[in-house]
């Protein structure tokens, strides 16, 4: 296995696939494409944001520019597993990612304040400024089965798909486990390209046939909307009686 990437710069663009639509453009796209070396996998990440729920609700309006906090793991088994500590920004439609590895037990004791920085680094400076400026805490945790490919003639092309995304707002932690709540219908897929720059005509052309498009899809994004917002206001109104 090669080094560990810690920076990333590229653009992502997101497709929602059915089950028949993903076998029908994997299929087409055997030619092209070849399993990478974290071919398949269960990413877990755990969301940070404040008690308002500030920063999605940032993210979810579209600005030019915006960023977001989490923890993430590839086959967590337990509070000393493999963890990365993922400061995500995009800009103009680019995305920039930083990240810091460790295990996610120092995680979740450095973003709470309760340890100190692992290192002295540019990458924890500005988590150190994120976490100054905007206070948050885990919020929710969204797991999915990931499997991953790249592009045979240019491995900086990734292609990933997610499946039974699912969700949970308590036990915010990689030994909890990654069970929760189904955040998609059942069989629907989310393809994710990661593209260096243009994309190729192959995948252009596949595209096009399978008549496939890009959609602004965000799992906490969507996780927020459909179910944290709703638990949220429930919880402020409980407050407002309580005050009169």
């Known amino acids: 296995m090669g080094e560990t990437k810690l920076t990333f710069k ?20 055997a030619d092209y494409i070849e399993p990478d070396e ?37 086959n967590p088994s337990g509070p000393d597993c493999q963890a990365f ?7 103009k439609g680019i995305v920039y990612k930083r990240r810091i590895a460790m295990t996610g037990r120092q995680a979740a004791a450095w973003l709470s304040g309760a340890a100190e920085p692992p290192e002295d680094s540019q990458m924890v400076r500005e988590i150190q400024w994120f976490l100054h400026e ?13 499997t991953s490919w790249r592009a045979r003639e240019n491995p900086e092309l990734r292609i990933t798909f997610d499946e039974h995304i699912r969700w949970r707002d308590r ?30 005509l192959w995948l252009a ?28 206001l429930q919880e402020y109104s409980k407050g407002e009686m309580y005050c009169v």
């Open 10 to 29: 590229r653009y992502e663009k997101k497709y929602l696939l059915s089950a028949d639509g993903y076998a029908r453009l994997t299929e087409r796209m």
């Open 38 to 74: 974290y071919h398949r996998s269960t990413v877990c990440s755990i969301y940070y944001d404040r008690d308002d729920y500030r920063l999605i609700r940032h993210s979810i309006d579209a600005p030019i520019y915006k960023e977001k906090l989490r923890v993430r793991s590839y």
């Open 85 to 91: 500590v993922e400061l995500k920004k995009k800009y």
């Open 134 to 146: 905007n206070e948050p805490h885990p919020k929710v945790m969204i797991a999915c089965d990931r």
């Open 171 to 200: 036990e915010l932690s990689f030994e909890a486990g990654d069970a929760g709540e189904l955040l998609l219908p059942d069989g629907e897929v989310l393809m994710e390209l990661k593209i260096p720059g243009a994309a190729p």
């Open 205 to 232: 052309h596949l595209l096009s046939e399978q008549a496939l498009f890009p959609t602004s899809f965000s799992k906490y994004g969507v996780c927020y909307k459909n179910h944290l917002l709703r638990e949220y």
